[in-house]
């Protein structure tokens, strides 16, 4: 008997990637490429409420992409204001959740201020659990981890002899959201760029040669399809 409900990932993540390439393809400013990613996102959250995907999260900014001109990265800062502030309303009629994940700290307040607004915002929506992972990187993650284990060890609170995965992961910025299932990424790129490193060891990749901004409908349930085929062994036989 087939069944299915496991058909469907329950957890997709994404790194959306392309939009610079997007961009000079036509001889634009990669900031038009950036601009046009931030429409693809929208269409693929509709995507995912649509086949009751119930987790979304999505590579926005990594710790690297800080190297970046400073032009770029302003650039991206005020299109994450732009995004938020736009699109709240049709969060709240999507009944979509709004999480973020990543060192925040190190974003402009403005834009702090804003994610802190829609996070709270959203907190009682259910249709999807939208999760923007921002000045993001899986290393520095699972290193901030490791020194808030070895606080609580350092005062007595813990034994370094009871720390456990589940331990680990309670500390990591994804504390409480189920894996990821399936792992897009776009533009052709084979790999993974410092994303989810911990939190993707189950999951099944795809990549598609698509740029992000031309990423569509067809693309996004050939990913589902190709998930759908896919004897996920975690390890059995
Ligand atoms: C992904 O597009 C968006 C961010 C990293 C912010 P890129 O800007 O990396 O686009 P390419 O890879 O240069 O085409
Ligand atoms: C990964 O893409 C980061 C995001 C999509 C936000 P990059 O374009 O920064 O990754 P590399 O440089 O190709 O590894
Ligand atoms: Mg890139």
């Not at 709240?92 to 802190?116: F, Q, S, T, V, Y």
């Not at 790999?191 to 040669?209: D, F, G, K």
Request: proline fraction near 3%; glycine fraction near 6%.
């Amino acid at each position: 008997m087939s069944d299915d409900s496991n058909k469907i990932p329950r957890h997709i993540a994404i790194i959306m990637d392309g939009n610079g390439r997007w961009a000079s393809k036509r001889l634009l400013p990669r900031a038009v490429g950036h601009e046009r990613g931030t429409k693809t996102v929208q269409r693929v959250i509709d995507l995912c409420i649509e086949h009751k995907v119930e987790w979304l999260t999505l590579y926005a900014f990594s710790t690297e992409n800080w190297g970046r001109s400073e032009k770029e990265v302003k650039a991206l800062m005020s299109l994450l204001k732009k995004y938020l502030r736009d699109r709240l309303s049709e969060m709240m009629e999507k009944n979509a959740r709004m999480h973020a994940i990543g060192e925040l700290h190190m974003l402009p307040e403005e834009c702090r201020d804003i994610i802190n607004e829609t996070i709270e915002a959203t907190k009682h929506n259910s249709a999807i659990n939208v999760v923007l992972a921002l000045s993001y990187g899986s290393r520095q993650e699972i290193a901030h981890a490791a020194r808030q284990l070895a606080m609580q060890v350092a005062a007595g609170e813990l034994k370094p002899e009871d720390i456990d995965e589940t331990m680990l992961s309670q500390q990591l910025y994804t504390a409480g959201m189920p894996d990821p299932d399936l792992l897009i990424r776009t533009s052709g790129e084979m790999r993974l760029s410092n994303y989810l490193l911990w939190q993707i060891s189950y999951a099944e990749m795809h990549v598609t040669p698509t740029l992000w901004p031309d990423f569509g409908r067809e693309d996004f349930v050939a990913a589902i399809n190709d998930y759908a085929s896919r004897k996920r062994r975690f390890g059995k036989r």
